[in-house]
Nanobody
Framework: QVQLVDSGGGLVQAGGSLRLSCAAS????????MGWFRQGPGKEREFVAC????????YYADSVKGRFTISRDNAKNTVDLQMNSLKPEDTAVYYC?????????????????WGQGTQVTVSS
């Protein structure tokens, strides 16, 4: 069993920055691709970013490319999402997710473990 704990959300003004963190426990973290997804008010859950097991591969949604950066520390079993130049449309609950395999994917159905979510609110 894998447990994921998300943290780092909050309220920020447009143009500001936040750093989300996800702490994982329960299995060999380095063999798991990790991703971040978000769900805004009245919206479907959508892909944000993902990173391969060894950190060498990353993929971003077009809406966040150039503003968000995903990274991982396999020694600490953590994956972070640095969010810069935040916009009101980035407001959502952000979820960390993990896969049983190391290759990346933007499909939420391929993720096996989910964090509890952390709220990010960007004011205009």
């Amino acid at each position: 069993q894998v447990q994921l704990v998300d943290s780092g959300g909050g309220l920020v003004q447009a143009g500001g920055s936040l750093r989300l963190s996800c702490a994982a426990s329960g299995r060999t973290f380095s063999s798991s691709a990790m991703g971040w997804f978000r769900q805004g008010p009245g919206k479907e859950r959508e892909f944000v970013a993902c990173i391969g097991g060894n950190g060498g591969s990353t993929y971003y949604a077009d809406s966040v490319k150039g503003r968000f950066t995903i990274s991982r520390d396999n020694a600490k079993n953590t994956v972070d999402l640095q969010m810069n130049s935040l916009k009101p449309e980035d407001t959502a609950v952000y979820y960390c997710a993990g896969k049983l395999v190391s290759y990346i994917s933007f499909n939420p159905d391929e993720y096996n473990y989910w964090g509890q979510g952390t709220q990010v609110t960007v004011s205009s």
